[in-house]
């Protein structure tokens, strides 16, 4: 099993910068990938970014490329989401997920509200 923390959530001004943490415990040994999802009211949930943990190789949603980066903090087993220049778009709860041999992991979701 592998458990998934979020943190760093909260409401943010429109143009702000915002991290948000996510923590791995458990069996993190075998994790392929990390990532970040994001759902907001009526919407169906999207990827927001990737990050495949042996290459280091990401994958960004068009709609947050430029404005975001994911990173792992690999000693701490935490994976980050950097996020600038946020707008009322971004409002949505996000999700960590990881990926470990076949079985997808989640945290609980962490509210992001970007409004004036």
């Known amino acids: 099993q592998v458990r998934l923390v979020e943190s760093g959530g909260g409401l943010v001004q429109p143009g702000g910068s915002l991290r948000l943490s996510c923590a791995a415990s458990?069996?993190?040994?075998?994790?392929?990938?990390m990532s970040w999802y994001r759902q907001a009211p009526g919407k169906e949930r999207e990827l927001v970014a990737s990050?495949?943990?042996?290459?280091?190789?990401?994958n960004y949603a068009d709609s947050v490329v430029g404005r975001s980066t994911i990173s792992t903090d690999n000693a701490k087993n935490t994976v980050y989401l950097q996020m600038n220049n946020l707008k009322s778009q971004d409002t949505a709860v996000y999700y960590c997920?990881?990926?470990?041999?076949?079985?997808?992991?989640w945290g609980q979701g962490i509210q992001v509200t970007v409004s004036p």
């Open positions: 997920h990881a990926l470990r041999r076949s079985i997808d992991y």
């Open positions: 458990g069996f993190t040994s075998g994790i392929l990938t």
């Open positions: 990050i495949t943990l042996v290459s280091g190789s990401t």
